[in-house]
């Protein structure tokens, strides 16, 4: 069976928007910064400020040059921390070679911090606090687990790349201790020896890779649920574009043997962006507390 992501986000976003209506005073707002002119980082930062318009948030979108300096990227931000009408601020990555992500992830207020990446909000993910911001992707993809297969115990979970966008913080999701979830996770890199017998061993599959055709059926456990996190283009003359989106999966041959498996595109990258409008949400709220009744915001 097909992953829904697309129809999951969408009932969520609809979710999402009903309560922005029923806000009377100030709306939710997110600042994304785009850094110069990558053609797929424009792409993400359009989605993510079109789907703001559509839940009803202020949407702040600034662009600035490649050449920007550091020491103005981080006053940018300094800014945004000081402006009490931003809820959530986001710098989409990568960044130029000449501005060092991590200072400029550690200049977002951690209240703020709607991509989780702050050392604050990983922190507050790995002991299990619930006020903290988890990354928007790990939290699509824990989100779209727990709606297919209900019951994640003792399950054991295979994640393949040990980012600290996707990789690390998922396992630190997956193998928290809360009812219906307590998995066991093996998180593999590129040194990872006998990948194939662990891949093998996975009730659940993810692969965050970046690159095409990585996940063939033979590795794959009959019966397996499994998650395309990769994101990779393929060169398509017959396309207009010149090329396609496509996972780290060999998607029809896998999706033989799998009990469950997301496409590319329409599984995962639509409940990252659900979730992105989750966190800036929850900041809000967060932020208004005492100001506006309280509403819990649904997953
Ligand atoms: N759908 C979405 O919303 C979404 C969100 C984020 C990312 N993505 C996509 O997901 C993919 C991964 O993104 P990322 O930022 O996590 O990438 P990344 O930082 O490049 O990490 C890739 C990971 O894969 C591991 N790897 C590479 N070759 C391997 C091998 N032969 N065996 C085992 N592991 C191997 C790397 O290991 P080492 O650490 O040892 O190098 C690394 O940990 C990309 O295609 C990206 O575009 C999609």
Redesign the pocket.
């Known amino acids: 069976m097909i992953l829904d992501g697309k129809g999951i986000s969408t009932k969520l976003l609809a979710q999402y928007q009903k309560i922005v209506q029923s806000l009377s005073e100030r709306k939710p707002s997110l600042a994304v910064l785009l850094v110069g002119e990558d053609p797929p980082s424009q792409i993400y930062v359009d989605r993510k400020t079109k789907a703001c318009e559509h839940v009803g948030f202020k949407s702040i979108k600034k662009r600035f040059s490649e050449s920007i300096t550091e020491k103005n990227l981080l006053k940018e931000i300094s800014y945004l921390n000081e402006d009490a009408q931003v809820d959530g601020i986001l710098v989409q990555l990568p960044l130029p070679s000449h501005i060092n992500p991590q200072k400029v992830t550690l200049a977002i207020n951690p209240d703020k911090d709607v991509d989780g990446f702050h050392p604050l909000n990983m922190g507050k993910l790995l002991i299990g606090d619930p006020t903290g911001f988890v990354p928007c ?1 790990p939290l699509g993809i824990k989100v779209l687990l727990e709606k297919t297969l209900s019951d994640l115990t003792g399950k054991h979970v295979i994640i ?4 600290i ?3 690390k913080p998922l396992a630190a999701l997956l193998m928290q201790r809360e009812p219906r979830l307590n998995c066991t996770v093996t998180i ?5 020896k006998n ?1 194939k017998e662990l891949v093998a061993q996975g009730d659940i599959l993810v692969s ?4 095409p055709l990585f996940v063939t059926a033979d590795m794959v456990q009959e019966g397996a649920t499994v998650i395309d ?4 283009r393929v060169e398509e003359p017959k396309n207009n574009r010149g090329y396609r989106i496509v996972g780290d999966v060999d998607f029809e041959k896998v999706a033989s043997k799998s009990a469950y498996i997301t496409p590319v595109p329409g599984g ?2 639509p409940m ?1 962006i659900a979730m992105l409008i989750h966190n800036t949400l929850k900041s809000f709220m967060q932020r208004e507390k005492g100001k506006i009744p309280f509403q819990e915001i649904p997953l």
Do not use: D
């Open positions: 992707t393949i790349g040990r980012s966008i996707v990789g593999t890199n590129s040194y990872s990948l965050a890779v970046g690159r996190v990769g994101i990779n995962v990258g990252t």
